[in-house]
């Protein structure tokens, strides 16, 4: 997924919804993350563009904290790209230092397809989600520059219950027009290792200069630090 910065939080006049506020703190505990003891893993990694294919080695430590031994620049910035994204998502933190620090409030009635809108009032995204049965279905987010609507597809359980997101398709917009300028579909696998769901492979499929574009992130050997 394309990377982005985050702008600031901004001030807001809508109110905090407690219902809306109990099913997104259900939502979050029933997400699966690695606990504040997990350290990062080392692992094989084999990164493929579209045919062209490179072997190396990965240290996943966090999201800002990835080294790779992979020479070719495309195929390290793609692999470093992902596992960020990873580490991010799968990272350890509290529902009040990410959703839960907005003012959340339904915005619809709940009949579409993909769920009950929650709104986050304050967020400097203009965020909302689509949450149905216990979990996210789809997440929506606007800056000057982009716009994206993630839609989440199929996702799997855990050992413990909690829910890993298997397929996404992500559909980039122009923020001025709304026309849609790009689609990014992935299918994701994972590994327990000593008790963590670790990346086994990631693959992506967008369109990249008028080409369908095909590229792969395997992981093995895992190793936990």
Request: glycine letters at 8%; aromatic letters at 8%.
């Amino acid at each position: 997924m394309t990377t982005y910065t985050k702008p600031e939080d901004v001030q807001t006049a809508a109110e905090d919804d407690p219902q809306a506020r109990k099913a997104m703190e259900e939502v979050f505990s029933n997400t699966a993350r690695w606990d504040a003891d997990f350290n990062g893993f080392t692992a094989d990694v084999t990164v493929n563009l579209n045919g062209k294919e490179e072997k190396g080695t990965v240290t996943v430590k966090g999201p800002k904290e990835i080294e790779t031994s992979l020479k070719d620049e495309k195929l390290k910035e793609f692999a470093t790209e992902n596992l960020a994204s990873i580490a991010m998502h799968r990272g350890p933190r509290s529902f009040d230092q990410s959703d839960g620090k907005y003012k959340l409030s339904f915005g619809d009635d709940g009949t579409h397809p993909l769920g009950r809108i929650v709104s986050m009032g304050g967020d400097g995204m203009s965020s909302f989600y689509r949450i149905k049965e216990g979990r996210i279905r789809q997440i929506n987010r606007k800056t000057p520059h982009m716009a994206f609507s993630i839609n989440i597809e199929d996702s799997v359980k855990n050992p413990e219950g909690k829910f890993l997101t298997k397929n996404y398709t992500v559909y980039y917009f122009n923020p001025k027009d709304n026309a849609l300028k790009n689609v990014e579909s992935y299918t994701d696998d994972y590994t327990r290792v000593g008790g963590y769901d670790l990346p086994q492979q990631r693959r992506v499929i967008d369109c990249q200069n008028s080409e369908v574009v095909v590229s792969t992130l395997t992981l093995e050997n895992h190793k936990t630090l």
